[in-house]
């Protein structure tokens, strides 16, 4: 039981670069998150999805773009990179059982650079 | 619109001490209020879940308080010791739809020998 990877842990982009962050969790979770975390803002939440097929906004989703095709994968891109998208990047899951406990878990995080 | 701080931003004691964290939040509609740990370079943790019909919640030597009509909580830390050190964060989800979360910036605290 992995719970929630990242892949890549770490990346360097030019300015105006694409990239694609993908999050897998093997906890059957319905709901999945991204949120970046910059220093003095804490963790702020771009978008998320409350099952297969679906995706929302959140506190700040300009210039990122989302997919849910698995209910396991949840997919992060970056379609021309700027560099205030410099940010360490966390993908997290939950359940929506409250007898199972809705905590959200996370995975380790991607940090990305943009030059 | 929800607003999560933290006070101190940092905090050092020696080891074995008791030692209280604070998080207040502007908006007393809350579902839940999360606890979570935060190692240097890595994800995040969580320690303890309040529901907003709940005092408290104990695991180990940690207490989490919740005082949800003064929009506060407090993480109690007993005996604390140097494997404590990190970067604990506390997060508000509101009442209603989706279960989304509100972060503050968290208090680093360190626990020296």
């Known amino acids: 039981n992995a719970g929630v990877t990242q892949t890549p842990k770490f990346r360097v982009l030019k300015t105006g670069q694409s990239m694609t962050l993908l999050c897998a969790q093997d906890?059957?979770?319905?709901?999945m998150y991204w949120y970046r975390q910059d220093p003095g803002m804490g963790l702020r939440l771009i978008h998320y999805?409350?099952?297969?097929?679906?995706?929302a906004k959140g506190e700040v989703p300009d210039g990122y773009n989302v997919s849910r095709l698995k209910k396991q994968n949840f997919l992060l891109g970056l379609e021309s990179a700027a560099p205030s998208q410099t940010s360490v990047y966390f993908c997290?899951?939950?359940?929506?059982?409250?007898?199972?406990?809705?905590?959200?878990?996370f995975g380790p995080g991607t940090r990305l650079l943009v030059l | 619109k929800q607003e999560v701080t933290q006070i101190p931003a940092a905090l050092s004691v020696p080891e074995g001490e008791n030692l209280v964290l604070n998080c207040s939040f502007t908006?007393?509609?809350?579902?839940?209020l999360q606890w979570f740990r935060q190692d240097p370079g890595k994800g995040l943790t969580s320690l303890l879940l309040?529901?907003?019909?709940?005092r408290e919640q104990t695991s180990g030597r940690l207490n989490a308080s919740l005082d949800k009509s003064s929009g506060r909580s407090t993480l109690y830390i007993a005996a604390s010791q140097p494997g404590d050190s990190a970067t604990y964060l506390c997060?508000?989800?509101?009442?209603?739809?989706?279960?989304?979360?509100?972060f503050g910036t968290g208090t680093q605290l360190k626990v020296e020998l």
């Open positions: 906890m059957n979770h319905e709901y």
């Open positions: 999805s409350v099952g297969e097929g679906t995706t």
């Open positions: 908006d007393s509609a809350i579902y839940n």
């Open positions: 997290a899951s939950s359940s929506t059982d409250r007898t199972l406990g809705e905590t959200q878990y």
């Open positions: 309040i529901q907003s019909s709940q």
């Open positions: 997060a508000v989800r509101r009442a209603g739809g989706g279960n989304k979360l509100t």
